[in-house]
């Protein structure tokens, strides 16, 4: 079992920045790749941005980049999305999730509470 918990959310205007934070515990060395995704009310769950957890190599929605860096800091099993030049359309609750593998080869997905992230026009 793997643990995800998010924070850093908060209400921000326009142009403004946020940084998120994912902290992961539990069968960490189990995870394989951990990434953001988002929901705003009324529509679908969203990809934002993941990264490899060894390799350290990203992925971005065409929605976020240039204005999105995902990061990790493996030592303390935690994730990092900081967002600039915030946009309403970024508005929406913020997920953080996590991919593992076990020694069978079996794959799991483990999700966060989610953290609101509201701009202001």
């Known amino acids: 079992q793997v643990q995800l918990v998010e924070s850093g959310g908060g209400l921000v205007q326009a142009g403004g920045s946020l940084r998120l934070s994912c902290a992961a515990s539990?069968?960490?060395?189990?995870?394989?790749?951990m990434g953001w995704f988002r929901q705003a009310p009324g529509k679908e769950r969203e990809f934002v941005a993941s990264?490899?957890?060894?390799?350290?190599?990203?992925y971005y929605a065409d929605s976020v980049k240039g204005r999105f860096t995902i990061s990790r800091d493996n030592a303390n099993n935690t994730m990092y999305l900081q967002m600039n030049s915030l946009r309403p359309e970024d508005t929406a609750v913020y997920y953080c999730?996590?991919?593992?593998?076990?020694?069978?080869?079996?794959?799991?997905?483990?999700w966060g509470q989610g953290t609101q992230v509201a701009v202001s026009s």
């Open positions: 999730n996590a991919q593992t593998i076990d020694d069978y080869q079996h794959r799991r997905t483990y």
């Open positions: 539990g069968r960490t060395f189990s995870i394989t790749r």
């Open positions: 990264i490899t957890w060894t390799g350290g190599l990203t």
